[in-house]
């Protein structure tokens, strides 16, 4: 539904954080107030949320099918295509738009990904496996871990939860690496360079780690969505050593105290509008993946004049995150 225009009471303070929410505050408070804390979305769908997601449920429902139900290849590959028909739905989507901005993700295009992936990274002879625990395969791994800082309202520890593809025994190696797969409307060198220092992923390595698995970092690969095929990359590894784990989660936890802190504030501040505690970018942010959705509310003298535009969509840190 969307936003209610005089409903701007103080939201609640979130309780659970993951490394979505930490990029928005620390690259603008005010992008972390109106999509954290408010649950903001431009109305519409997103097709690069949409169509990462249903590449990663086909991948997903194909290693389950190969690795913990015993299915043959081409069973496995039959039942993610299936799962990316039942995953992509009806949405309402404008494809002569899309393909105009040179965005070419769609269905056929999600079947094709799943078979270069398959391609590049054969099941059967994949030297990523997934991981053995507990007497469960190890793909779609999720966790929440509780923090050192308390809940504002409740008192009880935030929690830091994430949500990747697969935990794998790589085999060449016999050392245990995160693998997540990302879809991208490009690959090559500055693709390859986002890795390097991304927090997600060390998040990831800490969330193992907190549960006495010691993951060694995280490998990448990559989907190239083009218009008339599909391009696979692997980024090479990057280790995450216990130093950068720790720089990591020492800024994770000032960062959310800082949210704390402007949060209280604006608790306490009874004759101003929520937002205005919570300051802005005003610089690369607005800008930055096409443009910050949240621009005609910084525009504006009177954010809640706009927030008609906006649907209130609660965002849970425990399901599947998909990334450009």
Same mark, same amino acid.
């Given at each position: 539904?969307?936003? @209610?225009?005089?409903?701007?009471?103080?939201?609640?303070?979130?309780?659970?954080? @993951?490394?979505?929410?930490?990029?928005?505050?620390?690259?603008?408070?005010?992008?972390?107030?109106?999509?954290?804390?408010?649950?903001?979305?431009?109305?519409?769908?997103?097709?690069?949320?949409?169509?990462?997601?249903?590449?990663?449920?086909?991948?997903?429902? /194909?290693?389950?099918?190969?690795?913990?139900?015993?299915?043959?290849?081409?069973?496995?590959?039959?039942?993610?295509?299936?799962?990316?028909?039942?995953?992509?739905?009806?949405?309402?989507? *404008?494809? #002569?738009?899309?393909?105009?901005?040179?965005?070419?993700?769609?269905?056929?295009?999600?079947? *094709?990904?799943?078979?270069?992936?398959?391609?590049?990274?054969?099941? *059967?002879?994949?030297?990523?496996?997934?991981?053995?625990?507990?007497?469960?395969? !190890?793909?779609?791994?999720?966790?929440?871990?509780?923090?050192?800082?308390?809940?504002?309202?409740?008192?009880?520890?935030?929690?830091?939860?994430?949500?990747?593809?697969?935990?794998?025994?790589?085999?060449?190696?016999?050392?245990?690496?995160?693998?997540?797969?990302?879809?991208?409307?490009?690959?090559?060198?500055?693709?390859?360079?986002?890795?390097?220092?991304?927090? +997600?992923?060390?998040?990831?390595?800490?969330?193992?780690?907190?549960?006495?698995?010691?993951?060694?970092?995280?490998?990448?690969?990559?989907?190239?969505?083009?218009?008339?095929?599909? /391009?696979?990359?692997?980024?090479?590894?990057?280790?995450?050593?216990?130093?950068?784990?720790?720089?990591?989660?020492?800024?994770?936890?000032?960062?959310?105290?800082?949210?704390?802190?402007?949060?209280?504030?604006?608790?306490?501040? +009874?004759?101003? @509008?929520?937002?205005?505690?919570?300051?802005?970018?005003? @610089?690369?942010? !607005?800008?930055?993946?096409?443009?910050?959705?949240?621009?005609?509310?910084?525009?504006?003298?009177?954010? #809640?004049?706009?927030?008609?535009?906006?649907?209130?969509?609660?965002?849970?840190?425990?399901?599947?995150?998909? #990334?450009?």
């Amino acid at each position: 539904m969307a936003a @209610d225009p005089l409903n701007m009471d103080i939201p609640p303070f979130p309780a659970v954080w @993951d490394s979505t929410m930490r990029s928005h505050f620390v690259s603008c408070e005010r992008q972390g107030f109106w999509s954290d804390f408010m649950h903001l979305r431009k109305s519409g769908l997103s097709i690069h949320l949409h169509f990462g997601g249903v590449v990663a449920a086909g991948l997903e429902a /194909t290693r389950k099918a190969y690795y913990r139900d015993g299915c043959n290849l081409d069973e496995s590959m039959c039942i993610g295509h299936s799962t990316i028909i039942k995953t992509w739905g009806d949405p309402d989507i *404008d494809m #002569e738009m899309l393909r105009a901005q040179r965005i070419y993700k769609s269905l056929p295009a999600a079947h *094709d990904a799943l078979e270069a992936y398959a391609e590049r990274w054969p099941f *059967d002879t994949d030297p990523l496996r997934p991981l053995f625990i507990n007497g469960q395969h !190890c793909i779609e791994v999720s966790f929440a871990v509780p923090l050192p800082i308390n809940h504002p309202v409740t008192n009880e520890p935030i929690l830091y939860a994430g949500r990747f593809d697969m935990l794998a025994d790589w085999q060449e190696t016999g050392t245990i690496w995160i693998d997540d797969e990302k879809t991208s409307s490009s690959l090559g060198r500055s693709w390859r360079n986002n890795w390097r220092l991304r927090g +997600q992923f060390t998040g990831y390595v800490w969330g193992c780690r907190s549960f006495g698995v010691n993951a060694s970092g995280v490998i990448v690969r990559g989907l190239g969505i083009l218009a008339n095929s599909v /391009t696979t990359e692997e980024a090479p590894p990057e280790p995450r050593p216990g130093w950068m784990v720790d720089v990591w989660y020492w800024q994770l936890l000032k960062d959310i105290r800082r949210a704390k802190a402007c949060w209280i504030t604006m608790e306490q501040k +009874q004759d101003c @509008d929520p937002w205005e505690m919570w300051d802005q970018n005003l @610089d690369s942010s !607005c800008s930055s993946y096409g443009g910050c959705q949240f621009i005609p509310l910084c525009q504006s003298e009177h954010p #809640e004049r706009w927030l008609g535009q906006y649907e209130k969509v609660v965002w849970n840190p425990l399901q599947r995150s998909v #990334e450009e």
